[in-house]
């Protein structure tokens, strides 16, 4: 019975020591991990306006206003969330601004608070 418990005790001893080796073969230095930052153009910083277009008692899409031209030719994405439903869409701002409407793939149910979320991809 002592012999099984030597093996055993020889086997984690090499385990340890291995694990060990491959962790001081590693070269660390300062600086190792990679880390940038990029500064990320925006089309506008002004608000915009948000108005959702009804169908009886649901929003069936959602109308931008506000957007400058250097917007123009972005592509603009809604997601409407009213805690029950989640929908959305995407269209194309037009060249000049101005507003855009954004249809959205499932109506979503009118009630007293709903978010919207705005993104400008592009131009």
């Known amino acids: ?5 030597r093996i055993a005790i020889v086997t984690i001893l090499t385990v340890v020591s291995v694990t060990g080796a491959f962790a001081e073969s590693l070269a660390l ?8 930052s990029i500064s990320t153009p925006r089309c506008t910083a002004a608000g915009l306006s948000v108005v959702e277009n009804l169908s009886a008692a649901t929003v069936i899409s959602v109308t931008v206003g506000n957007l400058p031209a250097g917007c123009g030719n972005a592509t603009l994405q809604v997601t409407l969330n009213n805690q029950l439903t989640s929908s959305s869409g995407s269209t194309t701002v037009p060249a000049g601004g101005g507003s855009a409407t954004v249809t959205l793939a499932v109506a979503v149910a009118l ?6 979320d705005l993104v400008l991809t592009g131009p």
């Open 1 to 5: 019975m002592a012999r099984p418990r």
């Open 111 to 116: 009630s007293a608070s709903a978010e919207a």
């Open 29 to 36: 230095s300062a600086g190792t991990l990679g880390m940038a």
